[in-house]
């Protein structure tokens, strides 16, 4: 009986925390597609817009990754406005590298070192979840279950980036 209240109170305590964040997201974010907090430090979408990037601000975003290959003069102009830190790697949809990893931990790591807040953005979330997944999975140590579910609610990995998702682990072991 002692341990049925122990995992009721764990539950209640589990879903308080995931409402409380919930009520901490900008009804501005609302509609950004795929947003998700993945951390306390770590938040990843698909593309955001001015009023998005603003509420993320409010929010404690402070350095923007953004995954978007090609001319990204108009956001990254945008945040310079902004006064966000602004970080581009341009991630080839049909080859992701262990170079783009790379890099993205390198700007996690300043991040963390400072404890600013992140985002992670491409345009729908699904190279952002990957690079959050991955980060959480090799450079935070958290449960491989727990990082995978959110990812996993964005998309389903196909054969390219499932591979790409190997290729990061083994380096990383």
């Known amino acids: 009986m002692k341990s049925l209240s122990i995992i009721i109170s764990l539950m209640l305590l589990f879903s308080f925390n995931v409402s409380a964040k919930q009520e901490l997201i900008d009804p501005e974010l609302s509609d950004l597609k795929n947003f998700q907090i993945n ?68 700007l996690m790591a300043k991040a963390n070192d400072n404890e600013e807040m992140t985002l992670t953005h491409c345009k729908l979330n699904w190279r952002g979840a990957t690079f959050t997944y991955l980060y959480r999975v090799t450079q935070l140590n958290e449960s491989e279950q727990l990082a995978a579910k959110d990812m996993l609610a964005i998309w389903q990995p196909n054969e390219t980036w499932q591979a790409f998702i190997e290729d990061v682990k083994n380096e990383y072991k």
Do not use: C
């Open 39 to 106: 951390t306390d430090t770590m938040v990843s979408s698909g593309l955001p817009n001015k009023k998005h990037f603003q509420a993320l601000q409010n929010m404690g975003v402070t350095n923007v990754i953004d995954l978007i290959p090609g001319d990204r003069t108009e956001e990254s102009m945008l945040l310079k406005e902004l006064k966000l830190n602004y970080h581009n790697i341009a991630v080839d949809w049909d080859n992701p590298t262990l170079e783009n990893f790379k890099k993205y931990v390198a």
